[in-house]
């Protein structure tokens, strides 16, 4: 397929990369020229000057930056992805933003004959460099069946959640089950460090039980050692805490835990960590 990837950082950089070596014909824009001059030199593809330029004539344009304002930067007005694109293609965008601008940008998409998948990920850099996401989707069966094959080729797992906004729903759903779980990882490290427990034995042996997650088995290790300068940043986790809690005031829900972890978040932030990995809960409790 013929496909414009827009926006080369930590996760968009990977999953272009893996675009282009499973075949498909790739060209990228980023904000940094340098970057994607970088990304050109190490797979190939081509580079386009603006966000336009690099969807004219093309498939599939993903997008994958940093909020709802950057999304709407790269997809409206004259120099934005939409412009360029030809009727019938699709725009999957992999920011995790929120649902409003999905709807929105779906609707604006369908005005102009265009379609428009709503695609956040989970799974991180590792996830990102190794193909493994998670990808869940929103928007018109039909757009999704266009886009899967390329999605796959950077995702263990991709599937559609329902209409335009069920992609970034699912992940706010996401990103309020992982604020619990490191929270309760961090404490529970920390409890066994203060009782004088060999914690990583500890680990080991309660990983094999109803405790063992995720976060368990791919950061306790880092998070005893207190090393944190890799992974989802806390800055980014805090962002997407405050568009869960945006829809939680409109659909009713109820997050004190998550709020209370975003509290922690804040700390970090202050300690000078905003870029640490969201693993680095367990430096306050030190």
């Not at 460090?193 to 995720?214: H, T």
């Amino acid at each position: 397929m013929k496909v414009a990837f827009i926006g080369l950082g930590i996760m968009g950089y990977p999953m272009a990369g893996h675009l282009k070596t499973k075949g498909h014909d790739v060209t990228v824009y980023n904000r940094t020229t340098a970057r994607a001059e970088k990304w050109v030199a190490q797979f190939g593809g081509t580079l386009a000057k603006t966000p336009r330029a690099a969807a004219s004539g093309e498939d599939v344009v993903c997008t994958c930056v940093g909020n709802d304002a950057d999304l709407r930067a790269v997809t409206l007005g004259e120099d934005g992805a939409f412009t360029g694109m030809r009727k019938g293609a699709v725009l999957v965008d992999h920011t995790t933003a929120s649902a409003r601008v999905a709807r929105e940008l779906h609707n604006f998409a369908k005005g102009r004959g265009l379609g428009f998948v709503d695609a956040p990920v989970s799974g991180g850099q590792a996830g990102a460099e190794n193909g493994t996401l998670t990808v869940m989707c929103g928007g018109d069966g039909d757009d999704y069946a266009r886009v899967e094959p390329a999605i796959k080729a950077y995702a263990r797992a991709c599937r559609l959640m329902g209409p335009s906004g069920a992609g970034q729903l699912t992940k706010m759903v996401n990103q309020i089950c992982i604020a619990g779980l490191v929270q309760g990882l961090a404490e529970g490290l920390n409890f066994a460090g203060r009782a004088g427990l060999d914690a990583e034995a500890a680990v080991e042996i309660i990983s094999k039980g109803a405790a063992q997650s995720w976060q368990m088995d791919n950061r306790s290790k880092t998070m005893l050692h207190g090393k944190f300068d890799f992974g989802f940043a806390v800055d980014w986790m805090r962002k997407d805490l405050a568009i869960c809690f945006d829809e939680a005031r409109r659909n009713g829900a109820t997050l004190p835990v998550a709020a209370l972890v975003d509290q922690f978040y804040a700390e970090i932030q202050n300690m000078g960590g905003g870029r640490w990995d969201t693993s680095s809960l367990i430096a306050r409790l030190k």
